[in-house]
């Protein structure tokens, strides 16, 4: 029997994740909060720099972030290429 493990789950590259959203937006900053741990008066903070790093690792773990930033309308941008959406 061959076991077919799907390349998501075998990819090792560490990933980073910024975004940019509204940090008067309560969705948005309730995204971050999620995704990075923080507090929320931490989150509005962050998304008021601009485009901030909120999260490294790796392809499993970056989908389910991007999915949650992504469903919250939050802009994001991942690199290197990810090639998992």
Known sequence: MITN???IKVDETKYEVRCHGDYQDKAHIKAISEVTG???LT???MLQKGLVLVFVGQAEEVLRVR???VFAGVVCEITPDFNWV
Do not use: A, E, K, T
Request: include cysteine; hydrophobic fraction near 25%; glycine fraction near 8%.
């Open 67 to 69: 999915n949650v930033l």
């Open 43 to 45: 989150s509005r903070n």
């Open 38 to 40: 923080c507090n929320y």
């Open 5 to 7: 493990i799907p390349g």
